[in-house]
C-alpha cells in the first residue's frame, strides 16, 4: 500500500491523500506527506524529538489538529520533523514523539502556512483510512 501522493498542484496549494491500515498509520503518513512538502527529508537526521499531545471532538478535526500542530511546531521549536512515532491515539486523542533536526533553511522547501478545508476528505474503508488534505503555501 503507498503511504501517500501529490494531487492538485494548485498555485496556492498543495494537496494529497494519506493512507493507513490503521489510525496511526494514517495519521504518521500524512505528517510524513505534509514535510516531503515543508523540508528536504533526506537531508533532515533525528537529533533531538518533540512530544506531541492533540485533542479533538472528532477523527477528522484531530486529524487538521494535529497537522496545525506540527506547523507550529516548526516555528516554536524550529525545527524539522522526518520521524513520527504515535504513542497512543483514538478518535479524538493523539500522543505522539516527532523527531528531526534544527530548522535548517538551506533544508526548507516550502513554508507551508496552514491546513485548510479546502476538499478535505476523512473516510474509513474497506482497507483502512485515507485522508485529503491541502495545505496553504
Do not use: N
Not at 31 to 44: G, L, P, R, Y
Not at 78 to 102: N, R, W
Request: charged share 30%.
Amino acid at each position: 500500500m503507498e503511504k501517500y501522493k501529490f494531487i492538485d498542484d494548485l498555485t496556492s496549494d498543495v494537496m494529497f491523500e494519506a493512507y493507513g491500515s490503521t489510525l496511526a498509520e494514517v495519521f504518521t503518513h500524512a505528517a510524513e506527506a505534509m514535510f516531503t512538502v515543508i523540508c528536504q527529508c533526506d537531508k533532515i537526521g533525528a537529533k533531538k524529538q518533540v512530544k506531541v499531545e492533540v485533542k479533538a471532538d472528532s477523527v477528522e478535526e484531530l486529524m487538521i489538529s494535529w497537522l496545525q500542530e506540527l506547523i507550529a511546531a516548526v516555528d516554536t521549536k524550529e525545527m524539522f520533523f522526518k520521524y513520527f512515532e504515535i504513542k497512543e491515539i483514538d478518535e479524538t486523542h493523539l500522543k505522539a514523539v516527532c523527531k528531526g533536526d534544527d530548522a535548517d533553511p538551506t533544508k526548507g522547501e516550502t513554508l507551508v502556512k496552514a491546513v485548510t478545508y479546502y476538499k478535505y476528505k476523512f473516510e474509513k474503508t474497506s482497507k483502512g483510512y485515507v485522508v485529503r488534505v491541502s495545505l496553504d503555501i
